[in-house]
């Protein structure tokens, strides 16, 4: 027995004097939805945390698309195994608020003891992922679609090089590219997002009932209006004169951009990344804000990406782990570093501030573009979001719709009256629920 007691005794003495560094770290589980060069800066936020400090130890997991990352998610929460941290794209938003699994991010902080200061979050990311003025969920990759422009395409065709501001001048500009040669005159990513959801908040039009979802839940939609019609019309006249061309649902038809066949394209102010390395030494591109269309009100442009969501069901050391990383994330340096390196919206003012003051900016004006789009027009119950239950079958449903309304087998009206009768069964469904 004295044996045993000295030995346990000369074992708990070694562990004592073990440098912190070789003691086991309290892991922290984050899952998202980052791939490519954007995945490449997910993991170094990921080992710069890990480095600076010596209790936690974030473990960066890739879990597949936005859809799948949810699912994933969610899955493993009714199986009483979830991540700590996920990444959800904006459309989730409803559905991780109305699932009961979340840990809310403002009370996370508050019950860690950690000050932030919410009110310096900029205003468009703030409203989209707060309730009753806190932040649920922690902003992370916010970005706004804009337009990209090939600027060697449009030389080529005797464009001037600038930016169009306009669809007029988006469809004039269009066919001079393609009467020139380019294999693309306009086309767009993310379908949904940009040409409906962000077109019916740029024009001040409701996208659904109840302030689109912020004043309760939604259980109509309301595209099919003159102002959606009016857009489709317009893309499906494209569709078949040519000088538009669909090129797939998600961010498919960044790789024809980046391959320098679209002279006219809108996506995430995130592809600002991959565009640079797509084209370097390739082709030159500028940017602009997304286009207006005439004889409606002006709203402006709503955000898009992922925050991160804190899943119950952790321990609380765990849960103050999670608290420092988030500390780590929504301070200045790494807000400038993450926002200048991807193209993502820096979620606070006093980010803006230190990059106007470093002259990143000046340098790197393509990314001013998307900073100043969202701090440009009005907010109004029409453009301060979009935030419906299910929202990642409705938008599957929209965009269902457009590429029949592309390919010429329906008429827009009959394409948005079939993507509104589908979206209200699921929203329906969805209230029905969480009643």
């Not at 000369?10 to 892991?27: D, I, N």
Request: glycine share 10%; hydrophobic share 40%.
């Amino acid at each position: 027995m004295k044996v045993f007691v000295i030995a346990a005794l000369a074992t708990v003495l070694a562990l004592a004097g073990l440098p912190a560094e070789s003691q086991a770290k309290t892991e922290i589980q984050w899952w998202h939805a980052m791939q490519g060069v954007l995945g490449e800066r997910v993991n170094e936020i990921a080992a710069k945390f890990n480095a600076s400090q010596s209790d936690y130890e974030v473990k960066a997991v890739f879990k597949g698309a936005y859809p799948d990352t949810l699912n994933a998610a969610i899955a493993a929460y009714r199986a009483k195994q979830p991540p700590h941290v996920v990444q959800v794209f904006e459309v989730g938003t409803q559905t991780m608020l109305s699932s009961g699994a979340v840990y809310p991010v403002f009370q996370l902080m508050k019950d860690n003891g950690i000050a932030i200061d919410w009110n310096d979050v900029i205003g468009p990311v703030k409203s989209y992922y707060a309730t009753g003025g806190n932040l649920a969920s922690m902003a992370f990759n916010s970005s706004t679609p804009i337009l990209y422009y090939n600027r060697d395409l449009f030389k080529k065709a005797g464009l001037a090089d600038k930016a169009p501001a306009t669809w007029d001048e988006i469809e004039a500009a269009a066919k001079k590219l393609v009467a020139a040669g380019a294999k693309c005159g306009y086309s767009s990513a993310w379908p949904s997002w940009v040409l409906m959801e962000n077109m019916h908040a740029l024009h001040d039009q409701p996208f659904a009932d109840h302030a689109n979802g912020f004043d309760g839940l939604a259980t109509t939609l309301k595209i099919n209006g003159p102002f959606g019609v009016k857009m489709m019309e317009l893309l499906a006249r494209g569709a078949k004169e040519g000088w538009f061309t669909y090129n797939g649902r998600l961010s498919k038809a960044e790789a024809n951009m980046g391959g320098g066949e679209c002279g006219i394209f809108t996506t995430s102010s995130a592809y600002i990344a991959g565009l640079t390395r797509a084209s370097e030494g390739k082709f030159t591109w500028g940017t602009g804000p997304l286009p207006k269309m005439g004889g409606f009100p002006q709203g402006h442009a709503i955000i898009g990406g992922a925050s991160l969501w804190v899943l119950k069901g952790a321990k609380p050391e765990e849960y103050k782990g999670v608290a420092q990383f988030f500390k780590y994330l929504a301070s200045v340096d790494n807000q400038a570093w993450w926002a200048g390196i991807t193209g993502y919206l820096p979620i606070s003012n006093t980010a803006v501030k230190a990059m106007e003051t470093s002259g990143h900016f000046q340098k790197n004006p393509q990314q001013k573009t998307a900073i100043t789009q969202m701090n440009a027009g009005k907010t109004t119950p029409n453009s301060q979001g979009i935030r419906l239950g299910n929202f990642v079958s409705i938008r599957d449903g929209i965009e269902e719709q457009m590429e029949n309304i592309f390919s010429g087998k329906k008429s827009p009206k009959q394409g948005l009256d079939d993507a509104v009768a589908k979206g209200n069964e699921i929203l329906k469904e969805f209230a029905a629920l969480y009643k």
